[in-house]
């Protein structure tokens, strides 16, 4: 069966990638892209890469056009994708890669968005731990789904295995994050002219203030061995001169009684089995440049005695990993088609 798509948001960078990945899925067929400012341009005007999509011309961003296809990809800013979602009922299956309907608790929406709060849907993180199973279980059959945060789920699948097993201490987690500036979106920002990052690390949303925040905190919640009131997350990003990536450094007080051999089985039973979330031998740590393009999170885990703490280091292709490969890997599992289908494990270098 060949399902028809129409992909929103297609002259942005979530929506690009959502394109490349999906252009090489035997079983899709990219009929409808759209945008708002763009609406009537030629996709290729806004994604010369995508030399296989170069004939499609932008569309407006229109329930009415939206509708009548097998698959809706919304890549919207946050806070837009709602308006849309109500009126495409009748699509079967409706993927969202903006924050509308990522949370479940409307305070938490409330604090750090505003604006209409819309029903959480399936989250698109199938490795992520949820109640003694994957969240994919969660994913099988799905008609909603969305897609997560690229720094949420990367610090979320770096710490949800030793939440679940009770070898870290969830209130004192501490992550810093470098990260590229393509997850900002393709909106003109001065902070990310290349004038401003080339030869710069600027940090950003300092001080508990960053919206991945409740995001990372339901998920670790998830695992049923800690109470969301109970995770406490210092959360820093800061952005560096590389067009994608992110590498997280998240550290957490090990919990007491806890053995370097039950903290590595943590994510080693966690992650052992699993195709795009790769724990490395010990020693070992990852760098962007190795899953640049790949649907790949690599994790790297040290236990630090002086320091009582665990380490865990994870890179990730934000585009992919945390956004676009993440939501095609969710559709995969929806639909009942091969999970790794038009996806890659392997990077790009140099």
């Not at 987690?173 to 002219?193: F, Q, R």
């Not at 001080?207 to 998830?222: D, F, V, W, Y």
Request: hydrophobic share 45%; aromatic share 4%.
């Amino acid at each position: 069966m060949t399902y028809t798509v129409a992909v929103s948001g297609a002259s942005g960078y979530a929506g690009g990638e959502i394109l490349r990945l999906l252009a090489n899925h035997p079983d899709i067929e990219i009929r409808t892209v759209t945008a708002h400012s763009n609406a009537g341009q030629m996709l290729s005007e806004h994604q010369p890469h995508l030399r296989s999509l170069a004939h499609l011309t932008l569309q407006d961003t229109t329930p009415e056009i939206l509708a009548g296809h097998d698959i809706v990809f919304l890549a919207l800013p946050h806070g837009q994708s709602g308006q849309y979602t109500d009126a495409l009922g009748d699509v079967p299956l409706v993927i969202d890669a903006g924050a509308d309907h990522r949370l479940t608790s409307q305070d938490a929406w409330d604090a750090f968005y505003g604006g209409a709060f819309h029903e959480p849907w399936s989250y698109g993180v199938p490795e992520l731990l949820v109640g003694g199973v994957k969240q994919r279980e969660h994913l099988r059959g799905a008609t909603r789904i969305a897609a997560p945060g690229c720094n949420a789920s990367t610090v979320s699948l770096s710490l949800a295995p030793g939440v679940a097993a009770g070898v870290i201490d969830p209130s004192d987690i501490v992550t810093v994050l470098a990260v590229g500036p393509s997850g900002a979106g393709k909106s003109l920002k001065p902070h990310l002219l290349g004038s401003e990052i080339l030869g710069s690390a600027n940090p950003y949303a300092v001080g508990g203030t960053h919206r991945h925040i409740p995001e990372i905190r339901q998920a670790l919640a998830a695992t049923g061995a800690a109470k969301a009131e109970d995770i406490r997350i210092s959360f820093t990003p800061v952005i560096v001169p590389m067009a994608r990536g992110i590498l997280a450094t998240s550290t957490a007080p090990i919990a007491p009684g806890a053995t370097d051999a039950q903290i590595r089985e943590a994510w080693e039973s966690a992650y052992g089995d699993e195709t795009f979330v790769q724990l490395l031998p010990e020693g070992s740590v990852p760098r962007t440049a190795d899953v640049l393009g790949a649907n790949t999170a690599l994790i790297g885990l040290a236990v630090d005695r002086a320091a009582n703490r665990v380490v865990v280091v994870t890179a990730v292709d934000n585009l992919v990993k945390g956004t676009a490969g993440a939501a095609i890997q969710s559709m995969n599992i929806a639909l009942g088609l091969e999970e790794t289908t038009a996806l890659s494990t392997n990077g790009v270098a140099p």
